[in-house]
């Protein structure tokens, strides 16, 4: 172990003798949050699922005057959810990102701008298509900083994700602003806030092409699975092929009078009727969950927001959060690794933001390894001349070094959002001082 962290280890660890001794702990057990989603199963995923083995029709294309329905009944409710036009059902939400990043001609040459700190996929969309990813730095919302994306645009600047973190939505005005007038694209990352909002629009609406996630840590959930919502025609056809081989069948070309394009070559993200059926069920729950999950959280912070000097997580828009966490920052990473182990402590866990990677930190990032040494992306003078490392986000290691949050559960029950509110109120103070 290092003197650095050995000597914070002794601080936490005194610290937490100290809080112990200062009282009997808030709880006497430990306080879980769980997936959402799975908390909400009922007979409607059961009967959902049932029907699907009763016609033995696993396959949403399947012929005959009576086709399948689950899956495709499932993209008109979410459509109509997020007030979008058109919803193509995938996968996964890997698949959904790289389904929207093929629906805007996203290739070799192009420049993508995302934020230093999320999921593996965000980034891997973008080299899969042989595109070149560009990180930006974050702010105190853990998402990316507006104020950083000027300064990475190019000529080869094609698009930017926007990616709404850990159940807050990123700050879309200026985001939109800054695309507008670079004439850029703009996808929208939803996996870890589908049914968040934004000034009253739900997110995905909002850019050009949104992607979600339905894997089993989202709001609604299949185990797996992914969603993604447009409003223009072209690029919901261009999304269906990519995700059928190339074709463009059953309700999808329906949904479009007029199709536009030739086949091309895809892959194959189609999603089953099992699944579909699952996420049909969900979708006329979401807003049931999203309701109890942000009355636990808006409870929590009512609970804390006199606290002195309190420090919470920026939100951009604090009614369109879903309110998966109560995030505290503090000076530095000392200060917020002793507020946890005190909150462990109390048996309230506190945990650093999550969900998500450093990705310039990612060894396979900061070296370029890819499937193959001939791939695209780091091959042009600009590829190779792109630099990752902590180097080039040094403010998203700092932010993320400062901040833990509770992270909150829809059916936590009012003595556990009280408990919550109690042991940040013991330990917070004698933390921040």
Known sequence: MKRREFVASVAAAAHVGASAAAGKPVRETPLRSRSWGPLFYDEAERREVAEVIETRRPFRFGGGPNPPVKTATFEKEFAARMQAKYALA??????????????????????????????????????????????????????????????????????????????????????????????????????????????????????????????????????????????????????????????????????????????????????????????????????????AVRANAHRVYDGIRDLPGAHLRRLPDPEGELGTGIFLGFQDKEQRDRYMAAMKAENIPAVPPGGSVILPIQPYIENKWTAHPAWPTWTSERGRAIRYGAASCPRTIDILSRFAGVLIDPKFTKADTDDIIAAIRKVYPTIRG
């Open 90 to 291: 995938v996968t996964s939400g890997t698949a959904a990102l790289e389904t929207a990043v093929s629906a805007l001609q996203i290739g070799p040459g192009d420049e993508v701008i995302l934020p230093a700190w999320t999921w593996h996929s965000t980034f891997t969309a973008i080299v899969r298509a042989g595109a070149l990813p560009v990180c930006a730095e974050i702010d105190e919302s853990f998402n990316l900083d507006p104020s950083d994306i000027e300064s990475r645009i190019t000529p080869n600047t094609k698009a930017i994700i926007a990616v709404h973190l850990q159940g807050n939505p990123a700050d879309m005005d200026p985001i939109m602003a800054i695309a507008r007038k670079h004439r850029l694209k703009v996808i929208e990352d939803c996996a870890q806030a589908v049914g968040a909002s934004y000034k009253g629009r739900p997110l995905g609406s909002i850019g050009d092409i949104g992607a979600f996630s339905h894997q089993l840590s989202k709001t609604i959930t299949a185990g797996e699975g992914g969603s993604v919502i447009t409003n223009d025609p072209v690029l919901f056809e261009r999304a269906c092929r990519f995700h059928d081989v190339g074709l463009f069948q059953g309700p999808h070309k329906a949904a479009v009078t007029d199709a536009k394009l030739n086949p091309f070559v895809g892959t194959n993200f189609r999603l089953n009727e099992f699944s579909g059926g699952v996420l049909l069920a969900q979708i006329r729950k979401i807003d049931t969950i999203i309701k």
